[in-house]
């Protein structure tokens, strides 16, 4: 695999009131990779993320998306940006109002000039491509959990974004679901080339998909590097982690 | 519900502790169901010795669980208060290390802040909310405008039928009910008035009284606060909970603006239908009392709706219609202010929903109110 950067972290520190929450964060994810951002609950994973995203300003430090520096663009190249980025979000940000085939289309409706009749067979393609038949002109409360998870992947990825977000994707999934998702994740990494970091603490889900992890504890980053090497690890926490 | 076990091997609360010189000896076990007995007799203990006592004896204890340590952290903090220094000492490993575990410290005070004066604390209150409340409105407001005008012939920035979506929810969906209060309050104030304008002989003025003020003041007044009820808390609810779902963080990620997205065709749609409602509550209001004058006053329609000719101007028409409108863009706002607001979870979600309410309603009566007073 290329070794090109496609989001370096550098120096990143947050302060919410009076509690720092991120201290220093710095670290680097590669093209075609898969990188997951781990942690123990509330050691500020998806803090890190939501700056990755532009959803919180940055206070301090340096961070880029394919190069790009986020803390230095502009309305339309933050939307340029965000094109190049599909997000999954812990709860599948799938808006309640619209079914899912429209939450799907909703980017290629926005962003496209294509005619509708183009759209639903993109939409049905990447419905299909989740194993989500027959859920178009479902809403997203009449979905399981599992589908709900699968649908919001398949509208993070319907522009075909070289880049992919996701938060906590087993959330609340059993282990089979999860291992299925697992496997939809790397398929995508497989067939269509993206780079994906993950936010997770599923253990199992780690050693099936990580290619390189950035281990946070308390703010602060206490590993980075290549799965194999996290789990030869001496850092107490980090082996831990993936022995106990 | 299940009574907690009492575990002592001693009935004699004497035998559960001793003290001796300076120290406090305990004993056996110091459990859950221990405690209603075991403290209230230390307590006794103590409160009688001459001597403080300076160290808690934990050799002889067997047993010991959260509420357990609890307690002897407690007695140490009571005793504390007449010796300099009271130590924990003894104990098997197994005690110790439930010690350690079940051990509650404070957690440091975060600063020390010196007590603020009546005026220091009011400037600050005022500062906060000059910060949190008026200049993220404005904000908003300054946003939601600009974006509301430039966004009037744009229908990419927004979903296909989305104003029409949400010119049936805001607009059509309220007429029964605003027509049908309308109607009422329209019969009650000129039922109120019937009886005094019939003891003046003023009859007539039945019509100038319900005229004038359902145009001016009550039609628009009664739609904006019944859609401030309706829809106000609906866009307040509806925006916390996309916020809460992270509906509103994946619509941002996807490239959109979530005002445009999402406030923007409410306040077209809203703009759009107040004047149409607003028009319909006058219209209901006016029925309304042209019932009562016929039949409290023997006015009958012909002479009220000739008379309404006379009293009617295009002005107090033009005045109404432009109240609908800053009441729409208001109720909109603070629906909207209020929903992106919200912090975690439901009951932010209730919260915020009853402060738009609030909000919006005592914002459309002091609009009115100055409206009023340049139109006067």
Known sequence: MADKKIIEVNGLSATFGEREVLRDVSFSAYQGEVTVILGESGSGKTTVLKHLLGLYDIQEGYVSILDNDISDLNEEEQKDLYLKMGVFYQNGGLLNSLTVGENVSLPLEQHTHLDDDLIRRIVLTKLQLMHLNGVYDMFPSQLSGGMLKRAALARAMVMDPPLLFCDEPGAGLDPISLASLDKLILNLRKELGMSIVIITHEVSSILRIADRIVFIDEGKIIFTGKIKDALESKNKEVHDFFHI | ?376
């Not at chain 2, 204890?61 to 340590?69: C, E, P, Q, T």
């Open chain 2, 1 to 376: 519900m299940v009574k907690p076990k009492i575990h002592n091997n001693s009935k004699d609360p004497d035998k559960d502790f001793k003290i001796e010189q300076s120290t406090l000896y305990l004993k056996y076990s110091l459990l859950l169901g221990d405690l209603d007995r075991w403290i209230p007799a230390v307590q006794e203990y103590i409160k009688n010795m001459q001597d403080p006592i300076t160290e808690i004896n934990l050799d002889g204890l067997k047993k010991i669980d959260s509420a357990g340590v609890a307690a002897i952290l407690q007695l140490k903090d009571e005793l504390i208060k007449n010796s300099k220094d009271v130590k924990i000492v003894g104990g098997s490993p197994s005690i110790r290390k439930k010690i350690g575990l079940f051990s509650y410290q404070e957690p440091p005070a975060s600063r020390d802040r010196r007590r603020m004066s009546f005026f220091e604390s009011t400037a600050e209150s005022f500062l906060n909310f000059y910060h949190d409340y008026m200049v993220r409105y404005f904000t908003l407001a300054a946003d939601v405008l600009y974006w509301s005008v430039t966004d009037i012939f744009k229908s990419r920035t927004h979903r296909k039928g989305e104003f029409y979506n949400q010119a049936v929810l805001i607009g059509v969906n309220a007429v029964y009910i605003i027509c049908m209060l309308s109607f009422i309050i329209g019969l009650v104030i000129a039922l109120q008035s019937a009886a005094q304008l019939r003891n003046f002989g003023a009859n007539i003025y039945i019509v100038d009284l319900i005229v004038i003020s359902m145009m001016r003041e009550m039609g628009p007044l009664i739609t904006a606060i019944l859609v401030a009820g309706r829809s106000g808390s609906a866009i307040a609810a509806e925006i916390a909970t996309m916020k809460v779902t992270s509906e509103l963080d994946a619509i941002k990620t996807m490239a959109l603006n979530p005002i445009r997205f999402v406030i923007v065709p409410k306040m077209h749609g809203s703009i759009i239908t107040m004047p149409f409602l607003t028009i319909l509550a006058n219209v209901m209001g006016i029925l309304g009392g042209m019932l009562i004058a016929y039949l409290y006053l023997d006015i009958g329609p012909e002479i009220f709706i000739n008379r309404m000719g006379e009293t009617l101007y295009n002005r107090d028409i033009l005045i109404g219609i432009l109240k609908s409108l800053v009441f729409a863009v208001l109720i909109v706002l603070t629906g909207s202010f209020f929903g992106l607001n919200v912090e975690e979870g439901a009951e932010g979600v209730g919260k915020v929903t009853t402060q738009a309410v609030v909000v919006a309603i005592s914002i459309v009566i002091i609009a009115d109110s100055i409206i009023g007073l340049i139109f006067y």
